[in-house]
């Protein structure tokens, strides 16, 4: 086999076969494919597109690249989740806990990454103590015995996956739609769950700016899960706007521990309880999404979601009791208010922006080696839809140095306020089976 005639048969438009999509991927990985006939490869998928087959041999080839992950030895099914990206999303902060208390067993793996704020590990390390240097075996254990558990990412998961990402990140190839769905997905099936649900991000904050191309994305994705055996759902939801009020590493704990006593913002509130009842039925724990969006709502107010939370933190070294006192959190020098400038109704907050301005303050990493303050970001007090008078607080900032002119200016950027009344935007578009 020839890695040119793969190129010249992709560029033709014609279907891969399986064999020629594992050779490329397998030469990729060990070097005797080299960059260039990779980034030809791409290019001709971009522009040619890829079959559903094709797309599901390119995710398995991808996940045989690395380990895979065991978790035979939970007991029940194991659901996950997975978020396109977005702006201040604190539902797997909520969701690993909730969804763990109604039984559903939640073996998560977790990255730091680049991006406006820390991933879910850093959020979790503004909690004193807590780690998720653990190994294989007292990450079972642990899910088996609280079913919640969350293990660093492996050093050696999908390379091939790695290898591609950075290569297309600088040849133009990242907007594709089957190379984005196997990348995500070689990850996730790669990390061993049984079953996937996916959330995936639309509006001016996410990867996805249409509602179009989102359904496209999420149906490959739920397509390519369920052609390798993992039964795979997907819901669209809204990111015109940040998700929930608080963006930052422990404001975001914060919210979390609001939200699981059934006090977080409306948005965050509801988006938790859609994507847990699908975890909750792929699991097997519910008849359908009514039952176990009540079996959720009961956890929430019986106070059994934060009791799992707690037990979570504890069985990892955290200081738990964060819990009930979180102003043992992190907490950033000085609170800085911004101002409305004018009296008008919220048309817009570009979550972009207001994930600049977290990062501005330190919240995100800028390069891999950055050191990120988890006490520092911002906390919005106006969404879109709401009324504010000219002078009432927008946001609050919290910052560890006295001068944030530049973040205001942001914030300033970010909210659109018009004189017409604005209704509140759909948070959740529609369902992808
Ligand atoms: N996120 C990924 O993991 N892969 C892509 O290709 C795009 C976004
Ligand atoms: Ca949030």
């Given at each position: 086999?020839?890695?040119?005639?793969?190129?010249?048969?992709?560029?033709?438009?014609?279907?891969?076969?399986?064999?020629?999509?594992?050779?490329?991927?397998?030469?990729?990985?060990?070097?005797?494919?080299?960059?260039?006939?990779?980034?030809?490869?791409?290019?001709?998928?971009?522009?040619?597109?890829?079959?559903?087959?094709?797309?599901?041999?390119?995710?398995?080839?991808?996940?045989?690249?690395?380990?895979?992950?065991?978790?035979?030895?939970?007991?029940?099914?194991?659901?996950?989740?997975?978020?396109?990206?977005?702006?201040?999303?604190?539902?797997?902060?909520?969701?690993?806990p909730l969804v763990a208390s109604v039984g559903v067993p939640i073996a998560k793996m977790s990255g730091r990454g680049l991006g406006h704020t820390g991933g879910t590990i850093d959020k979790l390390e503004s909690v004193k103590g807590f780690h998720v240097?653990?190994?294989?075996?007292?990450?079972?254990?642990?899910?088996?015995?609280?079913?919640?558990?969350?293990?660093?990412?492996?050093?050696?998961?999908?390379?091939?996956?790695?290898?591609?990402?950075?290569?297309?990140?600088?040849?133009?190839?990242?907007?594709?739609?089957?190379?984005?769905?196997?990348?995500?997905?070689?990850?996730?099936?790669?990390?061993?769950?049984?079953?996937?649900?996916?959330?995936?991000?639309?509006?001016?904050?996410?990867?996805?700016?249409?509602?179009?191309?989102?359904?496209?994305?999420?149906?490959?994705?739920?397509?390519?899960?369920?052609?390798?055996?993992?039964?795979?759902?997907?819901?669209?939801?809204?990111?015109?706007?940040?998700?929930?009020?608080?963006?930052?590493?422990?404001?975001?704990?914060?919210?979390?521990?609001?939200?699981?006593?059934?006090?977080?913002?409306?948005?965050?509130?509801?988006?938790?309880?859609?994507?847990?009842?699908?975890?909750?039925?792929?699991?097997?724990?519910?008849?359908?999404?009514?039952?176990?969006?009540?079996?959720?709502?009961?956890?929430?107010?019986?106070?059994?979601?934060?009791?799992?939370?707690?037990?979570?933190?504890?069985?990892?070294?955290?200081?738990?009791?964060?819990?009930?006192?979180?102003?043992?959190?992190?907490?950033?020098?000085?609170?800085?208010?911004?101002?409305?400038?004018?009296?008008?109704?919220?048309?817009?907050?570009?979550?972009?922006?207001?994930?600049?301005?977290?990062?501005?303050?330190?919240?995100?990493?800028?390069?891999?080696?950055?050191?990120?303050?988890?006490?520092?970001?911002?906390?919005?007090?106006?969404?879109?839809?709401?009324?504010?008078?000219?002078?009432?607080?927008?946001?609050?900032?919290?910052?560890?140095?006295?001068?944030?002119?530049?973040?205001?200016?942001?914030?300033?950027?970010?909210?659109?306020?018009?004189?017409?009344?604005?209704?509140?935007?759909?948070?959740?578009?529609?369902?992808?089976?």
């Amino acid at each position: 086999m020839r890695m040119v005639d793969i190129i010249e048969k992709k560029r033709n438009g014609l279907e891969l076969t399986n064999g020629e999509i594992q050779f490329l991927i397998n030469g990729f990985t060990n070097g005797s494919i080299p960059d260039y006939q990779m980034s030809a490869f791409s290019m001709a998928v971009f522009f040619q597109g890829m079959s559903i087959e094709e797309r599901v041999y390119l995710t398995e080839a991808m996940v045989n690249s690395g380990d895979q992950i065991d978790l035979s030895g939970i007991e029940g099914i194991k659901v996950d989740k997975h978020s396109t990206g977005g702006v201040g999303d604190t539902t797997t902060l909520v969701l690993a806990p909730l969804v763990a208390s109604v039984g559903v067993p939640i073996a998560k793996m977790s990255g730091r990454g680049l991006g406006h704020t820390g991933g879910t590990i850093d959020k979790l390390e503004s909690v004193k103590g807590f780690h998720v240097e653990i190994t294989n075996d007292e990450f079972i254990h642990l899910v088996n015995k609280n079913k919640i558990a969350v293990i660093g990412q492996s050093a050696n998961l999908t390379p091939a996956d790695k290898k591609l990402y950075a290569l297309r990140d600088v040849t133009a190839t990242v907007d594709s739609i089957p190379l984005i769905a196997s990348s995500i997905m070689s990850k996730k099936i790669a990390a061993g769950a049984d079953a996937i649900v996916l959330d995936v991000k639309t509006g001016s904050g996410a990867f996805m700016k249409n509602l179009d191309d989102a359904k496209e994305l999420a149906q490959t994705m739920v397509d390519i899960g369920n052609g390798v055996g993992r039964k795979t759902k997907a819901i669209i939801s809204d990111m015109s706007q940040p998700l929930g009020f608080a963006v930052g590493n422990a404001l975001e704990v914060k919210e979390a521990i609001d939200t699981l006593r059934g006090q977080g913002p409306e948005d965050l509130h509801e988006l938790c309880l859609t994507l847990g009842s699908h975890m909750v039925v792929l699991a097997e724990k519910a008849a359908d999404l009514q039952q176990a969006r009540e079996m959720l709502e009961e956890s929430m107010r019986n106070g059994k979601a934060l009791q799992f939370f707690k037990t979570f933190l504890a069985a990892q070294g955290g200081d738990a009791s964060v819990v009930d006192d979180p102003t043992k959190l992190p907490t950033a020098k000085y609170t800085i208010e911004v101002p409305a400038l004018k009296t008008g109704c919220v048309a817009e907050i570009t979550a972009e922006m207001i994930g600049i301005a977290a990062m501005m303050l330190g919240a995100g990493r800028i390069t891999k080696e950055s050191v990120i303050d988890l006490a520092v970001g911002v906390v919005l007090h106006k969404k879109v839809g709401d009324f504010v008078q000219q002078g009432d607080a927008l946001v609050t900032i919290h910052s560890n140095r006295e001068n944030v002119q530049e973040v205001i200016e942001k914030i300033y950027a970010a909210y659109k306020l018009v004189e017409e009344k604005v209704a509140q935007p759909t948070l959740i578009y529609t369902e992808i089976h």
